[in-house]
C-alpha cells in the first residue's frame, strides 16, 4: 500500500514562510495542510494539500518541554475545519518545520503527540485519512492515518508540484 | 553517475537519480506516444504506466515508431510493443502496462508524477487535463492534425505543459466549446483521421525537453507552463499563444477542486 503527498510548490512556500515566522514565546510553529485524497490500485491514497490554516499566536501555549504546544482552540479549529461545515469531510495533516536542508523526521515528542491528537480527526471526517507532516527546508517526512483505528503508516512518496517538479522517497 | 548518462551530466550530478525515479504515465501509444517511449528510456527514464486500449493495424504502420509488420500480423497490443522498445533501452525499467482506457486506469496513473498524454479527440484531452489538475499532475499535452486547405492540406499541431495553478487548455484557446461541439458532430463519421510521423518527431522531443527542464532543469529559469505551436506547412514552432496569455492564473481549475470527487462515499 502506498501513501503519496503532492503540494503545489508555491503552498509550500507559504507554509516555509508562516512556519518560519519567530513567534513570541513558542520555539516553532504550527499548522494544518488542508488536504483532499484519491485512492491508488495497490489500495494506497494519494494526498493532495490543497491550504494551509496557520495557528494564531494566542492558540498556542507557554510550555517550554516542548518547541510549541497547541491549545484547546487550535486543536478545535483543526477539527472543525475537518468536518467542513457539515459539507464534504476533508482530511487534515498537522505541520511543523525543522530549518535544515535534506531528509527529517519526526522526533519522539513530534510522534507521541501526533499520536495523541491526529486521530480525533476521525471523530468529524472518519472516511477521510488525516495526519502530520514534518517539513525541512527542501524535503518532507510524514505519517498517515488512513482510516480510524488504523496505525499510522509513512508516507512514502512526496512530490512538489512547480518549477522545478521535486519528488524524494522516504528514507 | 550512471555511465550511461555521463554525456548529460550537465543537467545534475543527481540528475540520474531523478529521472530513474520519477514516475511517467504515457496516455495513448501510437504516434506522438511511440516517439516517447524511445527517447525517455533513453534519457534515464526507468518508471512508466503505459495506457492505450488498441492493438497495432496496418494503417498505424506509417507512424507508430517499433511496430513491425510481424506486431500487425501478431494483433500485437500498442501496450506491448512500448514496453519492447523500452525494455530494449532499458532492461531494468518498472513498466505498469494498462491495455484499456486510460479512464479504466485511474488509480494506477494517479501514482504518476508527470503524464503525456497523445489522444486522438478534443473531448478526451480536456478529460485527460482535468483529472491531471484533480490530482496535481503536470500534463503535457501532444496534439497533431492534418486539415484540407484551399490549395491543399496544412499540418498543425502543439505541445502544451498544463501544471497546476498555470493556465490550461482552456485559458489557452487550445480547448473551446466550438471544438468540442464540431467534433461532438463528427462523431461516428470522421473514419480515419489523416497522420503522418514527422510532425510527431518535433512534438515529442519538445515535449521531452520541457519534462526535462521541469525536473532536471538546466538552467535558472524552469517553465511551470508551456504552449509549443507546429506549423507543419511553414515548418515553424512558436510560442506566441502563451507569450499573449502573459501571467495568467487558471481560472477553470479552482485550487481546492482535489481529488477523488466521492472519495468520502467510496
Known sequence: ?171 | MDPRLVSQSFLGAESDGILAGVEVGIVGLCGGGSHLVHQLPHLGVSKFVLADPDIIETRNQNRLLGGTPADVEAGRAKTAIAERVIRSINPDAEITVCQSRWQEAIETLRRCDVIFGCVDSYRERDDLERFCRRFLIPYFDLGMDVHEAPDGYTISGQVVLSSPGGPCLWCLGILNQKRLEQEAGRYGKAGSRPQVVWPNGVLAPLAVGLFVQLVCPWHGMPQLSACCEFDGNRHRVETSRLDNAGELRCSHFPSDELGDLFFARS
Open chain 1, 1 to 171: 500500500m502506498t501513501i503519496v503527498f503532492r503540494a503545489r510548490s508555491d503552498l509550500l512556500a507559504l507554509v516555509r514562510a508562516d512556519l518560519h515566522r519567530p513567534h513570541p514565546f513558542a520555539a516553532e510553529r504550527v499548522g494544518f495542510l488542508i488536504c483532499r485524497a484519491g485512492r491508488l490500485a495497490d489500495g494506497g491514497l494519494v494526498i493532495l494539500a490543497a491550504s494551509y490554516d496557520p495557528v494564531a499566536d494566542e492558540n498556542y501555549l507557554d510550555d517550554p518541554s516542548v518547541g510549541a504546544m497547541m491549545g484547546p482552540a487550535a486543536i478545535r479549529g483543526a477539527i472543525q475545519r475537518a468536518y467542513n461545515g457539515g459539507a464534504e469531510d476533508l482530511s487534515i495533516f498537522h505541520v511543523h518545520m525543522h530549518a535544515h536542508h535534506g531528509r527529517t523526521g519526526f522526533s519522539e515528542i513530534d510522534d507521541r503527540e501526533s499520536r495523541k491528537f491526529v486521530p480525533d480527526f476521525f471523530n468529524v471526517a472518519p472516511a477521510m485519512p488525516h495526519g502530520a507532516v514534518v517539513l525541512s527546508l527542501d524535503q518532507a517526512v510524514g505519517l498517515c492515518w488512513p482510516s480510524p483505528g488504523a496505525a499510522p503508516v509513512p508516507i512514502d512518496r512526496f512530490a512538489s508540484v512547480g518549477a522545478p517538479l521535486k519528488t524524494w522517497e522516504r528514507g
